[in-house]
Structures are given as structure tokens and as C-alpha cells.
């Protein structure tokens, strides 16, 4: 069996308060990004454990930390799965705010629930996908979501992207998501995420922020320049996605602009 995760943006993103656990509450927009994936393959292995094969970007961290193999480990905790052999071609890039781990974790969740007619529900594979991280669960519905709490409360949002085009660059610049989290003073956002997307995207410009853009800007003047950039060149609306390091733009028509042959870029028209 075959499935092709897929990357996430975020459409805002306030950091609202600091929680005992060590997390933050927050609320986002999760934009799901259909036509940018990984490649996940899973057959059953010939030997007595499983096998697991990365190409395409490289990874770094062993297979026992390999997002895949985490998820498949903690579905065993509940059912019982054959030995596996696991391909997984990466093409998202990773520590850039894309959720693309995540998204294969949660992606392997489905895969093997369909694979194996566990017959888990949508809530019970959410509930596995939060174990994984706080961006997992997200992908087993995988549909634009209005996110509150560590990221994994949903509710439903309508929004009007059709027929704009959607320009992502990942510049190759690390960023801890722990790191970010912990350079920032949680607020109270002065209007809730759902209500400014409410807006003509034209105005999104001045109300909706990500909270982690001034102090990974400041670390990464890079980022910055790219967000300026989008607005130089037409963006509607431009902005970091999560903690960065990749930074989105929605334009109304198809946009040329020439990146550094280091970044890697990613452009749809949203259907
Ligand atoms: C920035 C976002 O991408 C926005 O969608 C997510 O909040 C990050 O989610 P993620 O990468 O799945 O994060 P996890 O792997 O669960 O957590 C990594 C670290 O980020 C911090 N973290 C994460 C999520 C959250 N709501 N509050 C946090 O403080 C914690 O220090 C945690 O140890
Ligand atoms: N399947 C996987 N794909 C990518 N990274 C993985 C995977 N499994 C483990 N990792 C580890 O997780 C880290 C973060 O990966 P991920 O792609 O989720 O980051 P991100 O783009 O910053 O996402 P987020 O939006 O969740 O912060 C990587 O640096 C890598 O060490």
C-alpha cells in the first residue's frame, strides 16, 4: 500500500498562554498543502522484523526515531501488525514548519488501520496521532481546521482560497520548534484567528500574525527578506508557517520570482 502525506501551513498562529505540562496553548488555522508530499510505501516483509528505507531528503535521527516507525510502534500497543518493510521517500522539507513528520506519522496511523481493518475511529486514531506530537492529529482528517489547546482541538472554518496560488519557500535553516516555543511571552490575541479570516485577504496583511515571526526574524534576517519579498512581488498575503523556517504567500496570479538555488520552493494553485 501506497499514501502520499502531505504538508501543512498555518494561517496565524497566537501563542496564548504557557501550560504546567511544558506546552503552550495556541490557536492556528491548519491549512492542509495536497500536492506537496512524501511518499509512504508499506508491504509486508519476508523476514522476522521490520525493514525500514529513507530516500530522497536525508533525514537525521535513527529509524527507531523515524516518525513512521514511532507511529507503528504505538499502534502495536494496541493491536497486533506483521513484520513490516517501510519505504519512505522525503520530500518535504523537515524543521521548517511544514508538519511533514507529522504528517507521515499520522498518515502511517491510517495506513495501517486500513491495511489491517483495525476499524479505529477518526477520534481514536486522533487520540493515537497526539502521543506522536502536537501536530499529528491534525493529518488524519487532514481538512483546513481552526485549532485551539496544544494544537489537537478542532473546529470547523470556511474559507475562500480557490484559484489563488500558493507559494512556499523553505530556505534550508533549522529551527528548533522547542527553541522557538521557548523565546516567547505568551498573549491573549487581540482577535480570534477565525474572525480575521473572515476578512477580504487583502486585510489579513494587518491583523493576522504568527507570534513566532519577530524573534525567529531577528535570529534569521533570511526569513525575513522572504516575507518582504513576497509582498515585493504581489502577495496578498505572506507569512512564516509554524516556527518556521518556511514562509508561505497567497497571490491572485501565477508568481515568477527567482529564489537562491539553495531554497527549495513548492507552487499550486489551491483547487
Ligand atoms: C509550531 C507548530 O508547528 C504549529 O502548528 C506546532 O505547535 C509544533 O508541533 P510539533 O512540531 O508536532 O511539536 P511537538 O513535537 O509535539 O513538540 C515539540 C516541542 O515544542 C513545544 N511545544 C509544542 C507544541 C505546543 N503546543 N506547545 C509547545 O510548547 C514543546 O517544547 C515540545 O517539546
Ligand atoms: N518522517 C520524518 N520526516 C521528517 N522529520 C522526521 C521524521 N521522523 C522524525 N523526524 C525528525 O523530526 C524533526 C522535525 O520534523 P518535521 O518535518 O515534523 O518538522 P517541522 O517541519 O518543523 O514540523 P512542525 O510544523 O511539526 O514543527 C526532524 O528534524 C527530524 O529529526
Not at 474572525?195 to 535570529?219: A, G, H, M, S
Amino acid at each position: 500500500m501506497i499514501v502520499f502525506p502531505n504538508a501543512k501551513i498555518n494561517l496565524g498562529l497566537n501563542i496564548v498562554s504557557k501550560r504546567n505540562d511544558g506546552y503552550h496553548n495556541l490557536e492556528t488555522v491548519f491549512f492542509p498543502v495536497k500536492k506537496w508530499n512524501d511518499v509512504l510505501e508499506v508491504i509486508p516483509s519476508t523476514e522476522n522484523s521490520d525493514e525500514f528505507s529513507v530516500s530522497g531528503l536525508n533525514i537525521d535521527g535513527s529509524s527507531d526515531n523515524n516518525l513512521c516507525m514511532k507511529a507503528l510502534t504505538h499502534m502495536r500497543q494496541h493491536t497486533s501488525i506483521p513484520p513490516l518493510k517501510i519505504h519512505l521517500h522525503k520530500v518535504i522539507p523537515f524543521g521548517a514548519g511544514l508538519g511533514g513528520g507529522s504528517a507521515d506519522a499520522a498518515f502511517m496511523l491510517k495506513l495501517l488501520n486500513e491495511q489491517f481493518q483495525k476499524n479505529f475511529s477518526s477520534s481514536d486514531l486522533e487520540k493515537m496521532a497526539a502521543t506522536l506530537g502536537a501536530d499529528c492529529p491534525v493529518f488524519i482528517k487532514n481538512q483546513a481546521v481552526m485549532a485551539r489547546g496544544i494544537g489537537n482541538e478542532f473546529s470547523g472554518i470556511s474559507l475562500q482560497l480557490k484559484s489563488l496560488w500558493l507559494l512556499i519557500v523553505a530556505p534550508g535553516i533549522h529551527v528548533s520548534t522547542a527553541e522557538a516555543y521557548g523565546g516567547i511571552i505568551p498573549k491573549s490575541p487581540s482577535m480570534p484567528i477565525n474572525e480575521i479570516l473572515t476578512k477580504p485577504i487583502k486585510e489579513w496583511r494587518k491583523f493576522l500574525k504568527n507570534d513566532f515571526e519577530d524573534t525567529v526574524f531577528q535570529k534569521h534576517p533570511a526569513i525575513a527578506e522572504i516575507k518582504e519579498n513576497f509582498y515585493r512581488n504581489g502577495a496578498i498575503y505572506a507569512s512564516m508557517s509554524g516556527s518556521g523556517s518556511a514562509v508561505y504567500g497567497l497571490f491572485k496570479d501565477k508568481p515568477e520570482i527567482t529564489w537562491s538555488s539553495t531554497y527549495v520552493t513548492h507552487l499550486e494553485e489551491i483547487s
